[in-house]
Structures are given as structure tokens and as C-alpha cells.
């Protein structure tokens, strides 16, 4: 059996920079810190060239659990110079065994032509039918494919919403950020795919009009099923409303009036204020969770012309609970140190607090109107007034009397809640400035004076 291949790749890099290829264990001991994976001996060839497929995937939540999405289209990169096996005298070819855009586009043979079937980077769609047109059962190679881009997502699981709930402890069931994935898959001659790497920052650069086309595209759909609105620019509404104007009102005459020579002047010319509305129909949020209108929006974007398609959780029982199975057994990717285990231990009690001070608060507040003001009143929480308020003010309100409310076991009337607090107000603003004065005093003395 001839001697493996490997392929280094270094850390915090990207776009190709710093890739070798090695065979002895010796040159890896020499490199930085790094990846090293094997060769794929064998990879699938078209016209003679090694490729591999980038393909989208957008993770919209991770609570509950994570929804995953997959694009339709991608792209097919292929190398610029026909694949030969590695060998000890051409692994420092890195045109035939490497697939990156960034590296190939300085080769001497890249061809950047756009046509279907033509150049070193096509569309994935023309890939598909390219297979199909082999022979190869196109619908279980996707599946497949499916099913590594699951199992990588799910396998970061455990590290990822220990982030999310240490970053977001108050957002436990509305989804606070999204990220949009780049997966790497290269089939062997066996059609049996191989994640190569996962690209936490795909490139959205575009060189050829294929680029825009796909990349446009992805980041508006992207757009949508996050739930943002899609706004006209600014430019294109200013000319539609030129063009109303000249349709409306023809050449501009001094009987037409001074205000329709700047729209800038008056409300003539300027986009009425009409609330946006979104064409998907969102959900009402009347008597519906934040993941039930999730959900909802999701479903509509996608039944819309969206070019994502759900792939977990994929609506199928029993390949959800294979999925969730599998991740359940997959060894997390982070070391379990007591490091970790403590810093988990504190999200835990962070989320608890966090939860324990909102179910306080929404149990024990009562809400005093008197007049225009509104205050808080919360157990051993001393009430403000603001210091123009006069006792004149004060006693105004004494006819409400009668208008009690209930609070840790006193009845509280507005007027004596008035009165009172502003006495309270006045004694701790005066030791606010007692013990203000006091520090000042402290500090200007300094140590050992």
C-alpha cells in the first residue's frame, strides 16, 4: 500500500495561505500549530480535474434546538491543472491538488469562463444534472451531503449554546444572532462525500457574474428567512417618484406651484409614511411563542420562492430523533477541564438569577399613578420623586385617598406614598452627598499622608 498523504493546513488563515502537502511525519513536528488531515486518494473528476463543492448553510437558532437550512445552488471549483496522483516529486504542485478560487485564479491555465460546463468555477445545479447525466443517483449523494452538514452542526451543540446562553442570558427562547456557513465537500470516485472544512466566514466576493448571481441571491434570501425586511434603495425610489412626477404633472410650469421644483421643499416628492408591509405575511404574535412565530415565518419564506430548504429539523420523526440520537453520542469537540465545568456551573446560576430576578419583578411590582407620574414600587426599594415636585403638588392629589393600593402586606395610599417619599428623597440624596464629599476628601489625602 502506498505511503498516505497529507495535507497541513495552519491555523487563524485563510483562502489557501500556508497549505501543504506532506508525507513524513518528521516535516509536521517542524510546522506551527495546525490541522493535518489525510488525502482523499481517489477523488471524482470532471474533465480530468479534481473539484469539490461549496455549499451554504444557514443556522437561524440554537433554541431550543438549532434549525438548519441548506441552498439550493453553489459553486463547482475545480483545479487548474489536470489531477495526477501525489507523489514525492509533485506535492508542491498545488494547482492539481487543491481546489481553492483564491489560489487557482493566479494560475497561468485558470479559465474564467462563465458558460454552463465551461471554466474552473461552474454552478453547483450544473454539477447535479452533470452526475445525473453519469448515471450516479443524484438524490442519495445529496442526502448524503445532507447528512454531514447535520451531524457537524449538531456535533457543535454543547459549546455553542454554553456561548449563546453565557452571551445572551435573557434571550432564552427568541433567537438573538444567526450565522451563515460555507461547507466544503469533495466525492471520491466512489460518489461518497468528504467534508473537507467548514468556513466560518465564506468569501461574498464576486469576480464573475456567476458569483453575483448565486451570492446575490443567497444573501437575500438569508435576509429574508432571518426576518429582516427587504427595503427599495434609496436610489431607485427617488427615480420611481421622478418619473411619477413627469408622468403626472408633464413639463413643470409656474402654475404647477414652487413646491415641485425641489422635493426636498415640501411633502411633494417625499415617500409617504406608510407602514411597511411584509409580502411573506408574518405570523401574528397575538397568543403564538417566539418559536411557533419563528417557525411560521420560516415556513412562509420558504413556501415563497426562497432558495433555502430545511434540513433539520426535517419534519420526519424518526430521522429527527436519529439526528438527535447521534449528537447525543457524539463526543463534544472541547476538552471537559474544570475549567469548563465551572464556567458552565456559572452560566447555569447566571440564567437561574436572571430568571429568579424577572419572576420578582413581575410578581411584586405595582405600578402608582398620580397625576402624569408613574413609579415603580418594589419590597425594600426606596421610591424618588423628582425635586420639582412641591408639596402643593403633593396634597392635589389628596382626593385619591381612597384609591389604595396593596403592597408587602401595607395598604399604600397615593397621597401618603407622595408625601412621604419625597421626605425619604431628600434624607438619602443628602447622604449621597455626605459620602461623595467623604470620598473626595479620602482621595486628594492620598496613602501614607
Known sequence: RQAPTYIYKPENSSQGRGIALLRTEKKMQALDHGIVQEYIPRPLLIDGHKMDFRMYALVTTCVPEFHVFLFDDGLVRLASEPYVAPTAHNLGDTFRHLTNYSLNKRSASFDSSAGDGEGH?????????????????????VRAIDDIIVKTILSTESSVKHQ????????????????????????????????????????????????ADIKTNLIRDTLRLVGLDMHEPARERRA?????????????????????????????????????????GNPS????????????????????????????????????????????????????????????????????RVLQKE???????????????????????????????SNHDCFT???????????????????HVMCSTRHRYDRVLAEERRKAKSRRTHVRKGPGT
Open 164 to 211: 449563546y446562553h453565557s452571551l445572551f442570558p435573557s434571550r432564552l427562547e427568541s433567537s438573538a444572532c444567526c450565522q451563515l456557513l460555507g461547507f466544503d465537500i469533495l466525492l471520491d470516485t466512489t460518489f461518497k462525500p468528504w467534508l473537507l472544512e467548514v468556513n466560518m466566514s465564506p468569501s461574498f466576493s464576486c469576480d464573475a457574474q456567476l458569483d
Open 285 to 352: 404574535p397575538t397568543d403564538c411563542s417566539h418559536a411557533q412565530r419563528r417557525k411560521a415565518r420560516e415556513d412562509a419564506v420558504l413556501n415563497n420562492g426562497s432558495g433555502f430548504r430545511r434540513i433539520f429539523p426535517t419534519g420526519d420523526a424518526a430521522r429527527d430523533a436519529a439526528y438527535r440520537r447521534c449528537a447525543a453520542a457524539m463526543p463534544s469537540l472541547q476538552r471537559h477541564t474544570a475549567a469548563q465545568e465551572a464556567r458552565a456551573k456559572e452560566c447555569l446560576e447566571q440564567r437561574a
Open 121 to 141: 468555477k461552474r454552478k453547483l445545479s450544473w454539477a447535479l444534472q452533470w452526475m445525473a447525466a453519469q448515471g450516479m443517483d443524484t438524490p442519495t449523494v
Open 240 to 280: 420611481k417618484q421622478r418619473k411619477l412626477r413627469k408622468q403626472t404633472y408633464g413639463k413643470r410650469s409656474k402654475g404647477v406651484g414652487a413646491d415641485m421644483k425641489d422635493p426636498r421643499a415640501g411633502n411633494i416628492g417625499k415617500a409617504p409614511n406608510i407602514p411597511h408591509k411584509n409580502p411573506i
Open 397 to 415: 392629589c389628596a382626593t385619591q385617598q381612597q384609591e389604595g393600593y396593596h403592597h408587602s402586606g401595607t395598604h399604600v395610599t397615593v397621597a
Open 359 to 389: 419572576q420578582i419583578r413581575s410578581a411584586s411590582t405595582r405600578v402608582v399613578r398620580c397625576c402624569d407620574l408613574v413609579f415603580d414600587v418594589e419590597p425594600n426599594r426606596p421610591l424618588f420623586l423628582p425635586g420639582s415636585l
